[in-house]
């Protein structure tokens, strides 16, 4: 059985799969950030729905990347998870 990390080892040779991946790249790093700052908070993803008045799924969609949060959203996080939402802007890759 083929892996998908092998997959995406050998996709990324191409052109165009690297453009589409580099597009998506940044909702990639927000999805993390989210799984990452209920992790270290300590919550599953009921908790954190509980702490931020919504439901389990929408957690499950914010961090598969399925969706973008509102600032607002990304605030109600924040606060749920004792974390600082932080937002910068980064200069293009040359």
Do not use: C, N
Request: no cysteine; glycine share 6%.
């Amino acid at each position: 059985m083929t892996k998908a990390i092998d997959l995406h080892k050998k996709w990324t040779r191409r052109k165009d799969y690297r453009a589409a991946y580099d597009k998506l790249a940044p909702g990639f790093a927000l999805a993390g950030a989210v799984v990452k700052a209920r992790v270290t908070a300590r919550l599953t993803q009921e908790q954190l729905a509980e702490r931020m008045k919504t439901t389990q799924s929408v957690i499950a969609r914010l961090e598969s990347g399925r969706t973008r949060p509102s600032t607002q959203t990304l605030e109600r996080l924040a606060a749920a998870t004792g974390t600082r939402l932080k937002i910068s802007f980064m200069p293009e890759r040359g």
